[in-house]
């Protein structure tokens, strides 16, 4: 399977900074990039879709002037938490995918922001 | 509209003990269903795609199937290594929609 790594692995800020994080692909050019957000013992939630060159598409209740998404090659995609706040605090995690939907996305190791 | 739901949401397991974990879909228009792997901590691990009723796959003591309805993750002979949380998504259109998880125990 295809290589993801995401930077930082974890980050502490305080509260009303803002906070990037990159999502790479070490091994291959991804069609289409997805950031998701995920819970304590809660499944992944997707916040946005974004194709390389695209401005990303936001879910429903995701605000966009918050999570900003810039897609900037076929191998970076960076996730910016800006104002951050305590119930920003969560497991961000991006995923890749090559092609069309039928194919499986792979998935980057997670960043655990905590917001003080 | 499109929902995943998965069975049991935990599962202890003696080692040893086969067992199957259930994701049941309704979606429209299916392109494929998922099975991930996830560790505390990290980011899910690709582990099957299945495409059509009646498809399986194997790899080492896994195995996944898939009807019209639903999919099974059939765990033989599970190991402590295979203590995770196992994910099921489907893929309907351009959105991957997730299960929320079974959290697999085994105890040795």
């Known amino acids: 399977g295809a290589v993801v790594s995401q930077h930082p692995s974890w980050v502490i800020c305080k509260s009303g900074t803002s906070v990037k994080i990159e999502c790479r692909s070490l091994d291959f050019q991804a069609t289409t990039m997805f950031w998701y957000r995920q819970f304590p013992k809660q499944s992944l939630m997707l916040m946005a879709t974004?194709?390389?060159?695209?401005?990303?598409?936001?879910e429903q209740g995701v605000e966009k002037d918050k999570f900003l998404i810039n897609h900037a090659s076929l191998t970076l995609s960076t996730l910016t938490v800006t104002s951050a706040h305590p119930e920003d605090s969560s497991f961000y995690i991006c995923?890749?995918?090559?092609?069309?939907?039928?194919?499986?996305?792979?998935f980057g190791p997670g960043t655990r922001l905590t917001v003080l | 509209e499109d929902q995943v739901t998965q069975s049991p949401e935990a599962l202890r397991l003696q080692e040893g003990e086969s067992s199957s974990l259930n994701c049941s879909y309704t979606?429209?228009?299916?392109?494929?269903l998922f099975w991930y792997r996830q560790d505390p901590g990290k980011g899910p691990e690709f582990l099957f795609t299945?495409?059509?009723a009646g498809e399986e796959k194997e790899k080492e003591r896994l195995k996944a199937t898939l009807t019209k309805k639903e999919s099974f993750l059939h765990i033989t002979a599970p190991k402590p290594e295979d203590s995770a949380t196992y994910l099921c998504?489907?893929?309907?259109?351009?959105?991957?929609?997730f299960g929320a998880g079974t959290r697999l125990t085994v105890k040795p």
């Open positions: 995923s890749l995918r090559q092609g069309n939907s039928y194919n499986e996305q792979f």
């Open positions: 979606v429209s228009g299916l392109r494929g």
């Open positions: 299945l495409y059509s």
């Open positions: 998504a489907v893929q309907a259109g351009d959105d991957m929609r």
């Open positions: 974004s194709n390389e060159g695209s401005k990303a598409t936001y």
